[in-house]
């Protein structure tokens, strides 16, 4: 499937650790996550008899990639169904195991060095490099989210890592913001 990109605005607290935890919780309670494959059974197996029936009329040397896709989609949906939704956080990463859920539930914690399933600060340096203040606001880190990184430009974080920042409003903190990549 691949990583998947995200970010959040999070009330700040001076404790961002907390601030991230109140986050997972929210995100959690939410379902603003990926599920296992086995939670969408039943939309797995519309779209592989709506592909099936789409290819069926393709010449046979046509069809040796897709009826190959279709036979291992089918193999898939006869592994072990998770019986029921996770109940928690720890139990919705197990289901999902290393595909992961691709959001902030992936990460575990704030850190001050880069590392799987962490956070760190972008630096005074970055963040001044970044959005020219250091007291970037809501409106310029989120146009800034939205930014399309050039090729060869050295990452912010790696796949399970992420970075956050404090956001500012008239002066004061008012958000975090959290920024990451996730899940395979």
């Known amino acids: 499937m691949g990583a998947s990109g995200w970010c959040y605005f999070a009330p700040y607290q001076q404790d961002v650790s907390a601030a991230l935890q109140e986050l997972k919780q929210q995100v959690f309670r939410e379902g603003l996550y ?3 494959m086995d939670l969408y059974r039943e939309e797995m197996g519309q ?3 709506f592909l099936a ?3 069926k009329d393709l010449p046979a040397a046509a069809r040796v990639h897709t009826d190959l896709f279709l036979s291992m989609a089918r193999t898939a949906m006869r592994q072990p169904r998770i019986k029921r939704r996770a109940r928690t956080i720890k139990e919705l ?3 999902c195991g290393e595909s992961g859920t691709h959001s902030i539930l992936d990460i ?3 850190s001050d060095v880069r590392g799987l399933s962490a956070i760190v600060p972008l630096s005074s340096e970055q963040v001044l490099d970044l959005f020219g ?4 606001t809501h409106d310029t880190v989120e146009r800034w989210s939205q930014r399309i990184d050039p090729l060869g ?3 912010l974080y790696d796949r399970w890592e992420g970075i956050y920042v404090v956001v500012y409003k ?3 903190p008012d958000e975090v913001y959290f920024e990451g990549c996730s899940g395979d």
């Open 93 to 95: 990463l197990r289901q």
């Open 153 to 155: 430009a050295e990452p």
């Open 34 to 36: 990926e599920r296992p």
């Open 170 to 172: 008239d002066g004061q």
């Open 47 to 49: 779209a592989i008899d």
């Open 53 to 55: 029936e789409q290819y």
């Open 133 to 136: 203040t250091d007291q970037p």
């Open 108 to 110: 575990d914690r704030i």
